[in-house]
């Protein structure tokens, strides 16, 4: 069985595990059927995830040109405290920038690898992460914008991680942390813009993965320089196929890329 396509972030469905899903553009994989399975996946060409051309990804899925000129890949992306659209200022395109940044957003700590704060959209729970590969997470704060949430975060940044690391998390080298505890540390470190909108009494969400065997010393494959790789399917985590080698691949890390995969 063959399968081709550019690759986008895998789709996720909250089960128990997660169930995961690639999708083409005319078809779509259920990855969890694959664990036990014999995959080749080989490179083919590129394919801007904005234009289509097969030009060289920069980042996150987009060529050069269009990673710089986009408003889907603004520095207000990776961090929210750039947030202007609430005070009706354009960074790349006002009207796009205010239907993302004028909604719901929530922020949170995450134990992916180590206690983590980050930032979503509510829209976006639980499914941000799982993309991250956390087994458990709480919500502090749900604010009526971006902004909002950036500043909280950019404030608690001082006092927890904001950063996972993929390799504790892919070997699953994880402490179990009390998150109703973490969330009443940081209580008092909230901006005082944000405090009214403190989440008081929720309970941590807990997720469990579609993982056989975890790597002990992950390495990450690179697709462009391989050309292909063959490997045994043994877990899902995050955005990350694991392989019994011991090879990752980051499904994420790797969007823009058209490739083939072959099923045994």
């Known amino acids: 069985m063959q399968y ?3 690759l ?8 128990s595990p997660i169930q995961y899903y690639l999708v083409f553009e005319s078809d779509f994989i259920n990855m969890n059927q694959l664990l036990n399975k014999t995959l080749k996946i080989s490179f083919v060409k590129y394919q801007c995830l904005n234009c289509g051309l097969d030009k060289t990804i920069y980042r996150q899925g987009f060529c050069k040109s269009c990673f710089f ?3 889907q890949a603004a520095d207000w992306i990776i961090r929210p405290e750039l947030s202007t659209a609430h005070l009706n200022k354009e960074d790349r395109d006002l009207e796009y920038e205010k239907k993302v940044q004028l909604q719901p957003h929530i ?3 995450a134990n ?22 956390a087994h458990e997470a709480i919500e502090i704060v749900e604010v009526p914008n971006r902004y909002l949430a950036g500043i ?8 927890v991680g904001d950063k996972t690391n993929w390799r504790k998390m892919l070997k699953n080298d994880i402490e179990d942390e009390n998150l109703v505890v973490w969330r009443e540390r940081l209580k008092g470190y ?6 009214e909108y403190y989440i008081a009494n929720n309970s941590e969400t807990n997720l469990e993965f579609p993982v056989l065997k975890y790597p002990e010393k992950p390495a990450s494959l690179n697709l462009v320089k391989a050309q292909e790789y063959i490997g045994t399917l043994v877990g899902i985590k995050g955005q990350y196929l694991i392989f019994d080698d011991q090879t990752v691949f980051n499904i994420r890390g790797n969007e823009g890329l058209v490739v083939s995969i072959s099923i045994n």
Do not use: C, H
Request: proline share 6%; glycine share 6%; hydrophobic share 30%.
């Open 4 to 6: 081709q396509g550019v």
């Open 152 to 159: 909280t975060e950019v404030a608690l940044k001082d006092y």
């Open 69 to 71: 000129d986009i408003p």
């Open 190 to 195: 909230i901006p005082d813009e944000a405090k």
């Open 112 to 133: 992916s690898s180590n206690v983590k704060v980050g930032v979503t959209r509510k829209s976006q729970v639980p499914t941000r992460w799982i993309d991250q590969g």
């Open 107 to 109: 922020v949170y700590l």
């Open 8 to 15: 986008t972030k895998m789709e996720t469905e909250f089960r």
